[in-house]
């Protein structure tokens, strides 16, 4: 079965940093794009960062780049985001999803619910301010 298991989420002060991870089993990880998402209470979900382990393109929404950064672990089968410049704004509850990559990332990315078929539960990130 394909299982995405996201780690990492907490309670950070404002300016702090988070590494979250995504551990993915159950299918073959070089096939696939895995992206990083976030709903805040009463928003919409968006996309954070993507990044194909096919080809190893990147993706970030203009609203992301600076502060996050997504990497693979090709043999640990986990993809990170680093998260520094923690603001109260980031607040939210993080999922990773994959989706096979048949398409560039940055499409995979702007639809994700198209372009991802497989979601996992969830970390919640907190930051005080």
């Known amino acids: 079965d394909v299982q995405l298991v996201e780690s990492g989420g907490g309670l950070v002060q404002a300016g702090g940093s988070l590494r979250l991870a995504c551990a993915a089993s159950?299918?073959?990880?070089?096939?696939?794009?895995i992206g990083w998402f976030r709903q805040a209470p009463g928003k919409a979900r968006e996309a954070v960062s993507c990044?194909?382990?096919?080809?190893?393109?990147?993706y970030y929404p203009d609203s992301a780049k600076g502060r996050f950064t997504i990497s693979s672990d090709e043999v640990e089968n986990t993809v990170y985001l680093q998260i520094t410049s923690l603001t109260p704004e980031d607040t939210a509850t993080y999922y990773c999803?994959?989706?096979?990559?048949?398409?560039?990332?940055?499409?995979?990315?702007?639809?994700?619910?198209?372009?991802?078929?497989?979601w996992g539960k969830g970390t919640l990130v907190t930051v005080s301010s």
């Open positions: 999803a994959a989706g096979v990559a048949y398409a560039p990332t940055k499409r995979l990315c702007e639809t994700f619910n198209v372009g991802m078929d497989h």
């Open positions: 159950g299918f073959t990880f070089n096939d696939y794009a």
């Open positions: 990044i194909s382990n096919s080809d190893g393109t990147t």
